[in-house]
């Protein structure tokens, strides 16, 4: 490729990422040096609509990509680039680790399960489900044995998840819980740790409900969902059908604090009906 079309080619792109504008004609709300991957440069419509106020209305109501536009038979440069920077955030989401300062601001001591490293959890979902011998062990002595409740935190699939909400929702969870007069066990983070693993975690603490909060795979709309996973009584090999979730934890979605409030109280139902998933009757 020669320097002539190379320079042509850069061209384009920077005109398309400075020249976007709305059908009104008003600037962008968006630069090219600004961050493309940010809610108002996504809200900036790309394409021209019969009513660019509908669209505009349209693209306030979800996160979906709409109204992007198409260079030809493809999509335009910024659509492409945006898109490749939420594919590069979801993979961050998977492959970092959660800062350790976040765990220890909110005092939690860290286990991990049978995965070694990464990789490991990423192919073997098996070993993401079991406890390590030496977790086991650090489980036993220092949590509260047999507690009502047994809350803990897992990186699952999204570290991004754990860092951005669990700051807000572990200590509002933790406190509706103890308003409740239930006995709740001693909180920690599970390192490398799938759903599965609170089945383990039930067994060796004896904890009545169990419930991990923990990182959901991350999409291209955000790599910060989190879900709870809570159980009744849960034994190693128990059907999923016995889980309840409390599912799409990010701004976006219910916010940390609320789901907080939330997830004590079904958790209170869950004690009350002894009984949790499918069993469990809202």
């Known amino acids: 490729m020669d320097e002539k079309l190379i320079a042509q080619i850069v061209e384009e792109v920077i005109r398309q990422l400075q020249a976007v504008q709305t059908q009104g004609g008003q600037k962008p709300t968006c630069s090219a ?36 536009g198409k260079a030809g038979a493809r999509l ?21 680790d959660v800062n ?28 993401g489900r079991t406890l390590s011998k030496e977790a086991v062990k650090t489980l036993k002595e220092k949590c509260v044995m047999n507690p009502d409740v047994q809350i803990y935190a897992a990186d699952g699939l999204s570290s991004t998840a754990i860092q951005v909400n669990l700051p807000k929702i572990l200590p509002v969870l933790m406190d509706s819980l103890k308003a409740k007069g239930l006995k709740v066990g001693t909180p920690f983070f599970l390192r490398f740790g799938r759903v599965g693993s609170q089945e383990h975690v039930a067994e060796t603490l004896g904890a009545k409900v169990v419930c991990v909060l923990i990182g959901e795979r991350p999409g291209l709309a955000t790599a910060e969902s989190m879900s709870a996973y809570i159980a009744y009584n849960a034994y190693v090999g128990m059907p999923e059908s016995k889980r309840t979730v409390v599912s799409n934890i990010h701004k976006d979605g219910t916010a940390a604090v609320e789901a907080g409030a939330y997830v004590a109280d079904v958790i209170e139902m869950i004690l009350d009906q002894k009984a949790s998933g499918v069993e469990l009757v809202k």
């Open 33 to 68: 040096c600004e961050d493309i991957t940010s809610p108002a440069c996504k809200a900036v419509p790309m394409l021209k609509a019969q009513d660019p106020e509908a669209l505009l209305r349209m693209k306030r109501k979800t996160n979906a990509r709409i109204g992007v």
């Open 76 to 96: 335009n440069t910024q659509t492409m680039l945006t898109l490749r920077a939420d594919h590069a955030q979801a993979r961050d989401a998977v492959f970092v």
């Open 100 to 127: 350790p300062q976040v765990l220890e601001d909110l005092g939690l001591f860290t286990v991990q399960t049978c995965c070694e490293d990464k990789n490991t959890y990423v192919t073997r979902p098996d070993l």
